[in-house]
């Protein structure tokens, strides 16, 4: 049977309907990264198959509603250093394409980080193999993006819980000046890139005041350092925004610029033994640690949605300190919380669902901004 022209379209708009999502904006004038243009840039982590833009419905959603991207790993070192002699930036190339085809500020993540280790790299042993590789790896890297990546987490996590520096194969082979190297490195390969130290728990007190002073240090020693990255892994209670607060203060004080670079709200209970953000962290399941596999209860939901309103209400008040803030992931379904500290739960953590509908809190964030008009 030959269709008529308005019965062919109609047929075919149904069948793209019926097998592809549709990303609608929210009944809002407005986007988030539209609402918060003038106070910060709102950033998301992207993941390699949205890296690759997969999902046009998905990539719809990235380019609307967030101005600033970070690659969720493919940048770590085990990916684009996999061997001593041999770099692979297939993804990282991708990555910079994506942002730039999307007009965005590209960052960059990350250059030193203890996990993820490109294994070749964790068996060096003495101070010279480890200066050639951190020179090698960090030069080249940086150098090939100079100009195009907007900042760089230069260290990532180099700090316990108390302030002290993590015994890392960087600390035991080079020392702790190993900081020092790095970020000079990395000014040296692009002079206008801005450095970041990245690290979660800085909001607890010890671990803060082991970050100021090692960024006391850097300065002291000659590093161009221009931000600290506060990943914000909380919960619905905690940290306090006191806590934030005070975080948000005494780094600004170092005259450099504060980030939130990984933020997502769990809405699950933590095993009593795991603190922190640490992925080397497992915890066994049981059904106590995953109360909704099915759906979050509006409750829940309400909870949540106030928690993001409240955090969003503090970054506002000191929007000149802050340079981005950055949810790590696009949607619900994505998000590392869902296999950390325990694999296989359902938690909820974003601002939008797993089918990439905006949430309660992602309208408690938009509604906190159109509010101020």
């Known amino acids: 049977m030959k269709l008529t022209k308005p019965l062919f379209i109609l047929v075919t708009v149904l069948a793209i309907s019926s097998c592809t999502k549709i990303y609608k904006k929210p009944e809002t004038a407005v986007t988030i990264k539209e609402a918060y243009k003038e106070n910060f840039y709102i950033g998301t982590a992207l993941s390699q198959s949205q890296i690759e833009e997969k999902d046009p419905m998905v990539t719809a959603l990235i380019s609307k509603e967030f101005n600033s991207i970070t690659p969720e790993n493919i940048m770590k070192s085990m990916f684009t250093h996999p061997e001593q002699d041999r770099f692979d930036f297939k993804l990282s190339d991708k990555y910079v394409a994506f942002g730039e085809k999307h007009n965005m500020f590209i960052h960059g993540h990350t250059l030193i980080w203890h996990s993820q280790l490109a294994p070749w790299m964790a068996q060096i042993k003495d101070s010279t193999a480890m200066a050639d590789m951190m020179t090698n790896h960090i030069t080249t890297i940086v150098s090939k993006y100079k100009g195009r990546i907007n900042s760089w987490d230069v260290v990532n996590e180099a700090l316990n819980e108390d302030g002290t520096l993590r015994k890392s194969v960087f600390l035991n082979s080079y020392g702790k000046d190993f900081l020092t190297l790095a970020f000079k490195l990395a000014a040296k390969a692009d002079p206008k890139t801005d450095l970041y130290y990245n690290d979660y728990n800085l909001c607890n007190a010890k671990k803060r005041k082991g970050a100021v002073d090692m960024i006391k240090n850097l300065q002291k020693n ?10 914000g892994h909380w ?28 933020l997502d709200i769990t809405v699950l209970p933590s095993p009593w033994d795991v603190v922190g953000a640490d992925v080397n962290q497992k915890s066994e399941a049981n059904e106590k640690m995953n109360p909704y596999p099915k759906v979050l209860p509006d409750s829940v939901q309400q909870q949540l949605a106030a928690r993001y309103e409240a955090i969003f209400k503090l970054f506002l008040k000191h929007q000149d300190k802050i340079s981005r803030v950055t949810l790590w992931g696009v949607n619900d379904g994505q998000s590392w919380l869902n296999d950390w500290p325990i694999r296989g739960r359902t938690n909820y953590p974003l601002l939008f669902d797993r089918e990439f509908k905006p949430k309660e809190a992602y309208t408690s964030v938009l509604k906190l901004k159109e509010a101020k008009k």
């Open 222 to 231: 000659g590093a161009k350092i221009d931000g600290v990255g506060e990943q």
């Open 235 to 262: 919960n619905l209670t905690s940290p306090s925004l006191d806590e934030i607060e005070q975080t948000i203060l005494d780094f600004s004080a170092l005259g450099i610029k504060v980030a939130f670079t990984e």
